[in-house]
Nanobody, 122 residues
């Protein structure tokens, strides 16, 4: 029903940028929420940012001002532009989607990609 495929990860130096992409294959729906999560080894999964079908977005404090989430509805794609990367941004990044409004923080995402690795060295 819903397939998500991430790409764009890699290894960079601190201060550099990366752009992650997520191709979303989903039957058209009137309302949805898409998000980026990350998980570093030995740490809990952390939500990085989310964006609603109306384009409104929110960010975690750890990435606010450095990362930008965006979507291209014509290309069925979700993006995460990551600037001024830090070693603590090193993690596997996952995109997620579901058919609820992003304002519902009690809802869990049912659809996930397999992730793409981001490694930032100092």
């Amino acid at each position: 029903q819903v397939q998500l495929v991430e790409s764009g990860g890699g290894s960079v130096q601190a201060g550099e940028s990366l752009r992650l992409s997520c191709a979303i294959y989903v039957y058209a729906h009137s309302a949805y929420c898409m998000a980026w999560f990350r998980q570093a080894p030995g740490k809990e999964r952390e939500e990085v940012a989310r964006i609603d079908s109306d384009g409104s977005s929110t960010y975690s404090d750890s990435v606010k001002g450095r990362f930008t989430i965006s979507q291209d509805n014509l290309k069925n794609s979700l993006y995460l532009q990551m600037n001024s990367l830090k070693p603590e941004d090193t993690a596997r990044y996952y995109c997620a989607a579901d058919f609820f409004r992003c304002s519902d923080y009690s809802a869990d995402f049912r659809y996930w990609g397999r992730g793409t690795q981001v490694t930032v060295s100092s």
